[in-house]
C-alpha cells in the first residue's frame, strides 16, 4: 500500500552509494533513452569508475543499452552510469544535474548529488529514497529490470556474454514477494 510500518532515523542524511543509480535510470529514461541503441564502453567510463568495485564492462566492448541498464541496477556496475549518459546526450556534469532535477521534481529535499556512480558524495534519507524507488517502480523497464534476480547481457557480436545476478538479496531468495529495488555500499553508507 505504501503505508509506512516502521521507521528509525528515516529523515537522517546518509551517504546512499550505489542507489544513486535509481535517479540515474529515472534521468535517463526521461532523457529519452534509446533502450535498443549500442554503446561502447569507453575510458572516460572507465576513469569515472575509479575506486568502485569490480567491472564487468570492458573498454571498447559496446552493449544495447538495456542491458546496460540491468548491469548498473542489478549488479551496480559503476562503468555503465556514465556511457548511459553518453547514449541519452548527457555528459556527466549534465547527468548530475538532471538527477538533481528528479529529485526536485520528487519534492526531496534533503537528496544532493556531485557524482554519477554514487561513490562520491551522494546524499539522502531513507525516507526520501523510498519515495524515489516507488517513481522508479512507476516506469515498467525499471521495475522489471530491479525484479530480475539473473541475467545474460550480452555484447554486440555475442561477445562477451556476461552473467549478472541482482544483489539485492531478499530478491534472490525468493522468500518475500520483493517488487523490485536497489543495492548500494560504500564505507561511508
Not at 543499452?65 to 559503476?78: E, G, I
Not at 556527466?92 to 556531485?114: C, S, W, Y
Amino acid at each position: 500500500t505504501g503505508a509506512e510500518i516502521f521507521g528509525k532515523d528515516a529523515d537522517d542524511i546518509r551517504a546512499i552509494a550505489s542507489t544513486t543509480k535509481i535517479f540515474l535510470a529515472m534521468a535517463v529514461r526521461k532523457k529519452g533513452l534509446d533502450l535498443d541503441a549500442w554503446t561502447t564502453i569507453s575510458r572516460i567510463d572507465a576513469r569515472a569508475a575509479r575506486g568502485g568495485s569490480r567491472t564487468r564492462l570492458d573498454v571498447g566492448d559496446t552493449f544495447r543499452n538495456h542491458d546496460l541498464l540491468r548491469a548498473m541496477l542489478m549488479a551496480s556496475d559503476n562503468r555503465a552510469p556514465t556511457a548511459l549518459a553518453r547514449a541519452a546526450g548527457m555528459n556527466p556534469e549534465q547527468l548530475v544535474a538532471a538527477m538533481n532535477g528528479i529529485a526536485k521534481d520528487l519534492h526531496l529535499k534533503r537528496t544532493k548529488f556531485t557524482d554519477p556512480t554514487g561513490l562520491r558524495g551522494n546524499v539522502s534519507t531513507a525516507r526520501e529514497m523510498t519515495i524515489a524507488l516507488r517513481a522508479a517502480l512507476a516506469d515498467d523497464v525499471l521495475r522489471t529490470i530491479m525484479n530480475d534476480p539473473f541475467e545474460t547481457v550480452v555484447g554486440k557480436g555475442g561477445r562477451p556474454k556476461i552473467a549478472y545476478g541482482s544483489t539485492n538479496q531478499p530478491l534472490v531468495v525468493g522468500k518475500y514477494d520483493v517488487i523490485g529495488g536497489k543495492t548500494g555500499f560504500t564505507d561511508a553508507a
